[in-house]
């Protein structure tokens, strides 16, 4: 059986929490958890767009200010039901529509290791809460929230196949791509978070049941690598040739391709026409009647 190699230390991350040196933390939370499982004690916080019964769920978003929903989000539960303590709701670029950090209502979330450079998002106060003082940091993923932060504050981001977690929940920005997915300091942690979390959901029909309770640890005897030596600076090539190299002394067979940029261009084009098109219906009852606050305006 697995156990998790950072357990966390809840005290001391909670008195990190209330400094909030990098604006992260939307609010503390006390959820009075007294379940046992194979999270109990672990320390978790969460990004601030899954529904919590007992706490705001703002989105990091002014039009949701003050609104508490009134249940608790698919993951929420069973993280509860592990014994996790999830100790803070984190901030996000504002609905999860960004990339940056930079786009909260409540200001920018910086990196915790220089915090002149980005954090990256949306999911960025869950990257930037994943100290040794917590656990696993959960966010979410639609196009890199989760992976491109992850890269930037040096910590294991991992979205898992589409339907393989429910999302039932999760505020959702573009159905069609949304993920659940979430921060570690290692491999093994991430195995133990998806082993409680994954599971077919009868609130999610986009769910699915995956196994992944025995999960091995294996070598691949190939990997098939892009080669974008002309595309970037000799730093970040250096970086990736010692990654190459180690793998290579490995044993691990690696075969560089050159990538068609014309096609990896088209990318994000694509990914902007689906995800803003998606948004625009999911976001549409944010009208201050069926949701959201409402203000006088000129024209509405």
Known sequence: MRNLKNLGNKELAINELKSDKNNAVAMLTDFQNQNKGVLSNAVITLKDNYATKSFETKGSSRILEGFTPGYDATVVK??????????????????????TGTHSAYGIVKNPIDPERYAGGSSSGSAATLNKNISIAI???????????ASFVGVVGFKPSYGAISRYGLYAYASSLDTVAYFAHNVNDIIIASQVLFGKDQFDMTSVEVDIKDVQKAKPRKVVAFDFSDQVDSYSQTKYESIIKKMQADGIRVDLIK??????????????????????????????????????????
């Open 139 to 149: 966010g979410s993923d639609t196009g890199d929230s989760v992976r491109l932060p």
């Open 78 to 99: 069973k993280l509860i039901n592990a014994g996790a303590d999830i100790v803070a709701k984190v901030h996000l670029d504002e609905l999860a529509l960004g990339g």
């Open 259 to 300: 990538p068609d940029l014309k096609v990896l261009r088209l990318i994000q084009p694509i990914y902007r026409i689906i995800s803003f098109s998606e948004a625009s219906s999911n976001l549409s009852n944010l009208n201050g009647v069926a949701f959201g606050s409402r203000s006088e305006g000129d024209s509405w």
